[in-house]
T-cell receptor, first 110, second 112 residues
């Protein structure tokens, strides 16, 4: 079973700071998702990656398949970015069922 | 933007009672999932559903759980005899053939 580890577990940043959240996994995957979970509990998909890099607004996600590692970056962070960010992976033989990390709780203060 | 709709948003039930959690996936998605998140823990896979049958299930998804797509649009999760440890947020999700997921906003189940 794939072990999905995220770091840090908790992160506090000041508005405007550049933020990096890391995810590593133990077994080769088909794709990796970055998800956002707000205090109300709903989950929103941010990115799906199988290689390289993707950008959407102030969010950038990268993945290194050989090193089994992905990062989520937030540029010019804002208090509305405060949420839990979750990395989830699926393997090609898993039927696309996602295996989740524990999440990184981000608080951006004004 | 298309959404996955879950109802109810919150359900309180007595231990031993049956509950049905409902989901309306995105209409042109073919793959459906239920996940759960116990408070303070990570999200866990329960079951996947494709072509009107279960395609994969986790060890959590035992005989007290069942899923159905009764009318071609709704997708339900039934828990036959709820236990205290079934208290969790249950998420429905659907995905495209390319692997892109959309999650519902969840049903918070509280078993008392």
């Amino acid at each position: 079973k794939n072990e999905v580890e995220q770091s840090p577990q908790n992160l506090t940043a000041q508005e405007g700071e550049f933020i990096t959240i890391n995810c590593s996994y133990s077994v080769g995957i088909s794709a990796l998702h970055w998800l956002q979970q707000h205090p109300g509990g709903g989950i929103v998909s941010l990115f799906m990656l199988s290689s390289g890099k993707k950008k959407h607004g102030r969010l950038i996600a990268t993945i290194n398949i050989q090193e089994k590692h992905s990062s989520l970056h937030i540029t010019a962070s804002h208090p509305r970015d405060s949420a839990v960010y979750i990395c989830a992976v699926y393997e090609s033989n898993s039927g696309y069922a996602l295996n989740f990390g524990k999440g990184t709780s981000l608080l951006v203060t004004p | 933007e298309p959404e996955v709709t879950q109802t109810p948003s919150h359900q309180v039930t007595q231990m031993g009672q049956e509950v049905i959690l409902r989901c309306v996936p995105i209409s042109n998605h073919l793959y459906f999932y239920w996940y759960r998140q116990i408070l303070g823990q990570k999200v866990e896979f329960l079951v996947s559903f494709y072509n009107n049958e279960i395609s994969e299930k986790s060890e959590i998804f035992d005989d007290q759980f069942s899923v159905e797509r009764p009318d071609g649009s709704n997708f339900t999760l039934k828990i036959r005899s709820t236990k205290l440890e079934d208290s969790a947020m249950y998420f429905c999700a659907s995905r495209t053939g390319g692997g892109s997921y959309t999650f519902g906003s969840g049903t918070r189940l509280t078993v008392v």
